[in-house]
């Protein structure tokens, strides 16, 4: 069961029967103990620590689009386009400057876009990495 709340209400739930995180895939989500998160199927004990102003929904000037697919609204399509765990944490451990990355709706294109504080991490992230490497 995974309720998808605001963070003002986060505060008021009572999280006893709940663990939250800062989902990849759709952002602050409340999910029941025991039991791994519906989007990205992320465990409780293995939740990643992501440094301080960055990751899900941070915005940063150098802007690497990670991919772009059909959306027309539905879970499924949604869940389709995502950022693969292991290239966040390794932008996580790895760049210089802060990084971020975010989710946009473009007429009826899901895009996954990742973004760099810095021009330098941007570009060695465009010269070391790609989508195809994942698939
Ligand atoms: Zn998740």
Redesign the pocket.
Known sequence: MVAILNSKMIHTKDTHEFWD?N????GP?L?KRGEP??????EEESQDVWREDCGYNHYFPHEFIWESKYYDGSDERWREVGIPHSVLTRINSTSEGKYGWHFNIIRDQKVAVISFEKEDDALWFSLTENKEKHT
């Open positions: 995180h989902c990849k895939d759709s989500t999910t998160c519906n989007w990205c199927d992320e």
